[in-house]
């Protein structure tokens, strides 16, 4: 069974392509909340979201967490109850923020890998 969301409720939301911990300050219809941003989860994801993975676009978007205290209207669908510790904003935002940074790196050695790879292919298929 769904926990009503209310006024004052600890809940984790997401915000666009972000995740965070905040506060509900105000229901404000039937499909959104006011959320007070507390803590960070997963930091907003980079680059141009209908072309994903693509660096040569118009526009490189560079998405900034919400701030601290910061009050944003969410979808209700993605607030849901929290009930661990809210850890501290600016330890959540460096967490997220280099876990963002650990998983492009790790795509970066993939693809890096990837190339090689193929090349290796490229010559054994005598191309």
């Avoid at 959320?35 to 960070?40: D, T």
């Avoid at 930091?43 to 526009?59: E, I, R, S």
């Avoid at 330890?91 to 795509?107: P, V, W």
Wanted: net charge negative.
């Amino acid at each position: 069974m769904n926990e009503p969301l209310e006024m004052g409720s600890i809940v984790s939301a997401e915000y666009k392509t972000g995740e965070y911990i905040g506060e509900i300050v105000e229901i404000s219809s039937a499909s959104k909340a006011a959320v007070k941003i507390l803590a960070v989860v997963k930091h907003p994801t980079q680059g141009d979201l209908h072309n994903p993975m693509n660096p040569d676009v118009a526009f490189f978007h560079q998405r900034r967490a919400l701030a601290y205290q910061e009050i944003a209207l969410m979808p209700l669908y993605t607030i849901k109850p929290y009930r661990g510790t809210v850890p501290d904003y600016a330890d959540s935002l460096r967490r997220a923020l280099q876990s963002e940074l650990q998983t492009l790196q790790q795509t970066v050695k993939w693809a890096q890998r990837c190339v090689e790879e193929l090349e290796q292919l490229k010559k054994e298929y005598s191309l």
